[in-house]
């Protein structure tokens, strides 16, 4: 086929259970000039089957078949190398999207001449069989003076994923922009993108629906849990690199230290594991320069409040996890009798 106006990227690791769903919201766009990218993992269920059928029914499709299972970001980016639409988008391959996925965010990235557009998505919970809504940011344009208020996870289910959201390819292949074969290549991805941006926007319409608390998640049949700390240290990597650390120092400490606090209220772990997580944190981070770049501003209320509690922890070599749990239980008491 011709160059496609937009390539949609689609990694796949042993999701049969889900990839007809997501499959047929691809090729069911109303957006019809696209090409449908979808690199096998080397799944060692009937992925492959399923992705093969579709294949002879749409020459839209490009199938990648790797003979070695590595990161999601690979998968990513065997799929960037050979796409020739001059817009990328990603999705999942146990998630969905809705029909006007691609024209939405192709109208708005091309009215608009910006290098990324990011929308909105609901959330479907596996256990439940229901979607679960989330408020999420309003529409905006932004520049670069205003990227540092995104790279706090107060809006972090906003702006993380790479998945709801659509990048001028060039824009990319100019900056050299492409996943790290870590866990959590997400962050690194983004946080590229964002410091190096002109313009990006985003809508408050949601078009994508993520897949949450199913089993055997693609995360490649790994607990990711205990692997944040490489995309970390990729993080500082990436921006000693492109001679940003210095500009975002500050910014860097208080994402790491606002994700893990984040994680650690949120993690499924045996009690154990959440402490040695934390004193992971605090062994591999918690030094001078974590002290001199630590900063609560531009977070919520609630969130610098846990902020605090979580470097004084630090500081004076308390349990965080232990008292977390006793201010989370309290705060619980106070809003039921409220």
């Known amino acids: 086929m011709n160059n496609p106006k937009v390539s949609i990227i689609i990694p796949v690791y042993n999701t049969e259970q889900y990839l007809r769903q997501c499959l047929d919201s691809v090729i069911n766009q109303t957006f019809k000039d696209i090409e449908i990218i979808v690199v096998n993992d080397n799944s060692t269920d009937g992925s492959y089957d399923i992705i093969k059928e579709y294949a002879k029914k749409d020459d839209r499709f490009i199938v990648i078949n790797l003979i070695q299972t590595k990161e999601q970001g690979n998968a990513r980016n065997e799929g960037l190398k050979i796409a020739k639409g001059k817009y990328i988008t990603f999705i999942d391959s146990d998630d969905w999207v809705r029909n006007d996925f691609v024209e ?174 934390y004193n992971k944190f605090k062994s591999l981070y918690y030094n001078e320069e974590f002290v001199n770049n630590f900063s609560i501003a531009k977070l919520t209320v609630m969130m610098k409040m846990v902020m605090i509690l979580f470097y004084l922890c630090l500081k004076f070599n308390m349990n965080y996890i232990v008292i977390g749990k006793f201010c989370r239980k309290i705060k619980r008491i106070i809003k039921r009798q409220s």
């Not at 922009?177 to 410091?195: G, P, Q, R």
């Not at 408050?204 to 693609?218: A, G, L, T, V």
Request: include cysteine; charged fraction near 30%; proline fraction near 2%.
């Open 104 to 277: 939405v965010l192709y109208n708005e990235i091309e009215r608009n001449d910006l290098d990324v557009v990011s929308a909105s998505q609901y959330f479907y919970d596996n256990l439940q069989k229901q979607i679960v809504d989330m408020k999420v940011a309003p529409a905006k344009v932004l520049n670069k003076c205003s990227v540092e208020n995104l790279l706090i996870p107060k809006v972090e289910l906003f702006i993380i994923p790479v998945w709801q959201k659509i990048y001028r390819k060039q824009f990319l292949d100019d900056n050299k922009i492409t996943f790290k074969l870590c866990w959590h290549e997400d962050d690194v991805f983004l946080f590229e993108t964002l410091i190096k941006t002109e313009k990006i926007k985003f809508i408050d319409d949601k078009i994508y629906f993520y897949r949450i608390n199913r089993e055997n998640s693609s995360v490649y049949g790994m607990n990711r849990d205990f692997t944040l700390f490489n995309a970390f240290d990729e993080l500082k990597k990436m921006l000693i690199e492109n001679d940003k650390y210095e500009e975002y120092k500050k910014i860097y400490y208080q994402y790491i230290s606002t994700r893990t606090a984040i994680k650690l209220t949120s993690l499924n772990l045996p009690f154990s594991k959440l402490i040695s997580y």
